[in-house]
């Protein structure tokens, strides 16, 4: 059975910082990897998907890597705005998503 | 291209009573999800449908759930005589053929009374 682990859970960071969130999942028979942005009481925006094949993804100031045989993904987000507080979301693939507890991330002007 | 559709965005039901929740995917899109999250956890998968057709339903309660996505119209997500536990936020995604990115819908909030 899949599970799905992102570390930290929660993340207060000054305006300006670069960070990276983790992401880690146990069965590497993985399709592709998305990650998401959730906004308080709303719904999930797709930020960037990798495929099982791809090493990295980059958009904007994001840029998600995959190691699928270690079981591990990273989203950095580079020069974070107040704008980029939400919680975000790992999500691993078969035909499913299998979604991990998400970081909550706050970023203070 | 509009995205993923679903209504109403907000359900209030007493207990007892049935929920209807639509879903209508991004155009040119063949598969829809069911997704829950219950208040303060993660999001769990429910059902994986294509048209006409149920592929996975490991993630339904195995009873008052029922998920259909007819060859006309939005997928419906029934719930039966909805009991407190069922109060949640339920998300459609839709994706193309492939294993390719899922594409989530603003979700709806159910409140059973």
């Known amino acids: 059975k899949q599970e799905v682990t992102q570390i930290p859970a929660a993340l207060s960071v000054p305006e300006g910082e670069n960070l990276v969130l983790n992401c880690s999942f146990t069965d590497s028979a993985i399709y592709n990897l998305q990650w998401f942005r959730q906004d308080p009481g709303k719904g999930l925006t797709s930020l960037l998907l990798i495929q099982s094949s791809q090493r990295e993804q980059t958009s904007g100031r994001l840029n998600a890597s995959l190691d699928k045989s270690s079981g591990r993904s990273t989203l950095y987000i580079a020069a974070s705005q107040p704008g980029d507080s939400a919680t975000y979301l790992c999500?691993?693939?078969?035909?499913?998503?299998?979604f991990g507890e998400g970081t909550q991330l706050t970023v203070n002007p | 291209n509009a995205g993923v559709m679903q209504n109403p965005r907000h359900l209030v039901r007493r207990r007892g009573q049935e929920a209807r929740l639509r879903c209508s995917p991004m155009k040119g899109h063949s598969h829809v999800y069911w997704y829950r999250q219950l208040p303060e956890e993660g999001l769990k998968f429910m059902v994986y449908l294509q048209k006409e057709n149920i592929i996975d339903e490991s993630g339904m309660p195995k009873e008052r759930f029922s998920a259909e996505f007819p060859k006309e119209g939005p997928s419906i997500l029934r719930i039966q005589q909805v009991v407190r536990g069922d109060s949640a936020a339920y998300f459609c995604?839709?994706?193309?053929?492939?294993?390719?990115?899922?594409?989530f819908g603003p979700g709806t909030r159910l409140t059973v009374l």
């Open positions: 999500a691993v693939s078969g035909s499913r998503l299998t």
């Open positions: 995604a839709s994706s193309p053929p492939g294993l390719r990115a899922q594409y």
